[in-house]
């Protein structure tokens, strides 16, 4: 899960100290990471630990020559601009001036997706002489925590990121609401996906500008293993050759989610209600524990479980595609991509699905400007870049260049799309102990699910 950004137009704030208290009463609604770590967040009568997951900025150099002003032309600032189609390279958007700081996550996943940014980011200021941008790459555990922070001060603007922590963070204030950009959003160029705008949305609203979908499938190297093991009982044939990441520090309620489908169950009813004891998801834990026993990997973070494929320690593990970029540079033509399994009974693998995108500020002097950076950014030329490595875009019209992104844009739809609901927040750090307590301590899964069921719908008052 993961890769991440912050916009912030410096030009019209004026710097705080980022360690400064987080608005009183913040109410933080977990997830996991987009790299499987942990992240604390608090509630506003009890503190509780959960695991916590792109977007870029960009416009074509052709925007120069028909979209620049005259000099001295004021910062663009004001209503939100039409947007440019495919074929208006000659006549798009107005050119963007001020100054922009973008703090990013992208580093922490590798060379590649940090290397995409930052060409983004070079095109999309050659595109437009006016405006300067300042890059900060924040460790991605770090960035939501950051950004809650700070917000009030008006510093960052924007960030670029998972929609890890979009819930609380729209339901506490702290971001622009950016609905007015939904028919912009649908039309062209920018085609966005309804799935990817609905998981963008919050009671109602839109709080995210998504530019890509993300959810976890099985990466397999073909030297190893001639066809993805498609079953459950071909994982257990092949546990010693596979791995899947876990555990408290491994986020493992995130990588695990696809499993309860597997096994045909489900965590929570549309009310937000734990389902979870209704079937399924124990079966899926006792798996992982099986699987474990039976010679599988289990892995705290998945940097390591990637570490183990690229040296041919282990045949496959599920990951996103965050870390295709890297992968396909070690691995090459050795590198395919497939589901997960389905399961005894017919089930199928439906991992968290979920968009990165922008967030805005709310607290921004410089909300219209923010929108047209991003707007410029997914500018289907632009989107491109990122599509190439390993993004996978919601605009419905652009494919990935390569085989190993285009086998996860085709495994996208089958994926569950990322709740919304308040109540997810109190799934996140129950069901992630609950995985520890059955694959570590070997407990019985039943009433390890029964007990993380329990409390999930007591701290939701359900």
């Not at 916590?52 to 032309?73: F, Q, W």
């Not at 555990?141 to 700070?150: G, I, M, P, Q």
């Not at 799309?417 to 070997?442: C, E, H, M, Q």
Request: hydrophobic fraction near 40%; charged fraction near 15%; include cysteine.
């Amino acid at each position: 899960m993961r890769g991440i950004g912050v916009v912030s137009l410096a030009a019209a704030v004026t710097h705080r100290d980022r360690s400064s208290t987080a608005p009183t009463g913040l109410i933080q609604e977990e997830g996991p990471d987009r790299w499987g770590f942990a992240r604390q967040t608090e509630e506003t009568t009890q503190t509780m630990k959960s695991p916590i997951r792109l977007v870029g900025l960009l416009a074509t150099l052709t925007l120069v020559a028909s979209a620049c002003g005259p000099s001295g032309s004021a910062p663009t600032t004001g209503a939100t601009q039409p947007a440019a189609t495919q074929g208006e390279a000659s006549t798009g958007p107005a050119a963007l001036s001020g100054s922009l700081t973008i703090w990013e996550a992208y580093g922490a996943s590798g060379t590649s997706e940090k290397d995409a940014f930052d060409k983004i980011v070079g095109q999309i200021k050659a595109a437009n002489s006016g405006l300067t941008v300042n890059v900060l790459d924040v460790p991605f555990n770090d960035l939501f925590n950051k950004f809650e922070t700070s917000a009030s001060t008006g510093e960052p603007d924007m960030y670029i990121a998972p929609n890890d922590s979009l819930p609380s963070e729209a339901r506490n204030g702290l971001l622009a609401d950016v609905s007015d950009l939904e028919a912009t959003l649908k039309g062209a160029p920018y085609n966005t996906s309804d799935v990817a705008l609905n998981a963008a949305m919050v009671d109602g609203k839109l709080y995210e500008i998504p530019e890509s979908m993300k959810a976890v499938e099985l990466f397999y190297r073909t030297d190893q293993l001639a066809t993805a093991p498609a079953t459950t009982a071909d994982w257990m044939t092949n546990a010693a050759k596979l791995g899947l990441v876990y555990g408290a520090n491994g986020g493992g309620a995130y990588y695990e989610w696809g499993w309860y489908s597997t096994f045909g169950g489900k965590i929570m009813d549309d009310t937000g209600k734990c389902a979870a004891t209704q079937g399924g998801v124990a079966d899926a834990l006792k798996f992982l524990a099986d699987f474990k026993a039976a010679g599988g990997h289990l892995y705290q973070n998945d940097g390591d479980a990637k570490a183990d494929l690229i040296s041919g320690k282990i045949g496959g593990f599920i990951d996103g595609p965050w870390q295709s970029g890297d992968l396909k540079t070690a691995l090459k033509d050795k590198l395919a991509v497939a589901a997960g399994p389905t399961g005894p009974s017919g089930g199928t693998w439906a991992p968290m699905t979920a968009p990165d995108g922008f967030y805005i500020n709310a607290a921004s002097p410089n909300i219209d400007l923010a929108k047209q950076f991003a707007l410029q950014f997914l500018l289907p030329a632009n989107e491109q870049v990122f599509a190439d490595a390993g993004h996978l875009p919601a605009n419905t019209t652009l494919q990935p260049s390569d085989a190993i992104a285009q086998a996860f844009a085709a495994l996208m739809p089958s994926g569950f799309a990322r709740p919304t609901l308040a109540a997810l927040n109190n799934y996140w750090g129950n069901f992630g102990s609950a995985i520890v307590a059955v694959v570590d301590k070997k407990t019985d899964a039943t009433t390890e699910v029964a007990n993380a069921c329990s409390a999930m719908d007591k701290a939701n008052k359900l």
